[in-house]
C-alpha cells in the first residue's frame, strides 16, 4: 500500500508530537485532579503510539530501498 506524502506527514506528526503530549497530558491531569485511569489511558495512547512509529519505520525503509538511494523524496508516495 502507498500512502500520499501529505498523509505520511501527518501519521508522523502524530506520532512524534500529538500522541505524546496527549498522553502527558492525561497524566499529568488524572495525577493532579484524581481523573480516572491515571495509568492506563496514557499507557495505551503510549502502545499505539510505538506501533504507529514501528509502521511508519518500516515504510521507510522499504520507500527508500525501492528508491535506491537513501533518499526519501520520490514522488508517488510511501510505502506501506
Do not use: C, H
Amino acid at each position: 500500500m502507498k500512502l500520499k506524502n501529505s498523509t505520511y506527514d501527518a501519521l508522523k506528526y502524530l506520532a512524534l508530537v500529538v500522541l505524546p503530549a496527549v498522553a502527558t497530558l492525561w497524566g499529568t491531569l488524572a495525577k493532579i485532579w484524581g481523573l480516572p485511569y491515571e495509568t492506563q489511558i496514557p499507557m495505551t495512547i503510549m502502545a499505539v503510539d510505538t506501533f504507529l512509529g514501528v509502521l511508519l519505520q518500516i515504510s521507510t525503509n522499504n520507500y527508500r530501498k525501492d528508491l535506491g538511494t537513501g533518499d526519501a523524496e520520490k514522488e508517488g508516495g510511501v510505502d506501506v
